[in-house]
């Protein structure tokens, strides 16, 4: 316990008060955001280079409220944003750097379930998948031959 803590008495603890420490605390950059950025770059270098395609997930390593003010004043915001709703809603947003894509996962009640970083030139969760365009298909047959004004 540091001595910043030790100084919050029981009953400021017991009112909450001690609450606010802990958001700001949790606001504090712990200085991932520069390695994280460095790692994007090289990840976009290979992805330029090779195609290869690269995530990060934000959620495996120590990283703040103050580290993400940090990654998004570097990353920006880009021009392409996604919802999709299945099982809870994942938000898709194109950062002001091209080939670099936030991705944020929340469950039904809105709470975070994951955070990626991705670098890719469109992310998987918005790619149509075989068996989904494969259902597309037969439907589309389906449709079209009950209609005979087509």
């Known amino acids: 316990m540091s ?3 030790a100084d919050v008495s029981a009953e400021q603890r017991s009112s909450g008060r001690s609450q606010s420490f802990e958001e700001l605390r949790a606001h504090i950059p712990t200085g991932n955001a ?3 950025l460095r790692e994007i770059a090289t990840a976009l270098a290979r992805l330029v280079g090779s195609g290869e395609t ?3 997930d ?3 390593i120590p990283f703040s409220a103050g580290d993400e003010k940090a990654l998004d004043a ?3 915001t880009g021009e392409v944003r996604a919802t ?3 099982l809870g809603t ?3 947003a194109e950062t002001a750097i091209a ?3 936030r991705v944020d996962h929340f469950d039904q009640q809105g709470e975070t379930l994951a955070r990626f970083v991705e670098i890719t030139f469109v992310p998987d969760i918005l790619k149509t998948q075989a068996a989904d365009a494969e259902d597309g298909l037969r439907k589309l047959e389906a449709d079209l031959a009950a209609r005979a004004d087509l």
Do not use: F, K, M, Y
């Open 3 to 5: 001595i910043q803590e």
């Open 58 to 60: 934000l959620g495996a």
């Open 99 to 101: 080939g670099v894509w």
């Open 90 to 92: 994942s938000h898709v």
């Open 74 to 76: 570097v990353l920006g």
């Open 54 to 56: 690269t995530t990060i």
């Open 84 to 86: 999709v709703d299945v």
């Open 34 to 36: 520069g390695p994280i």
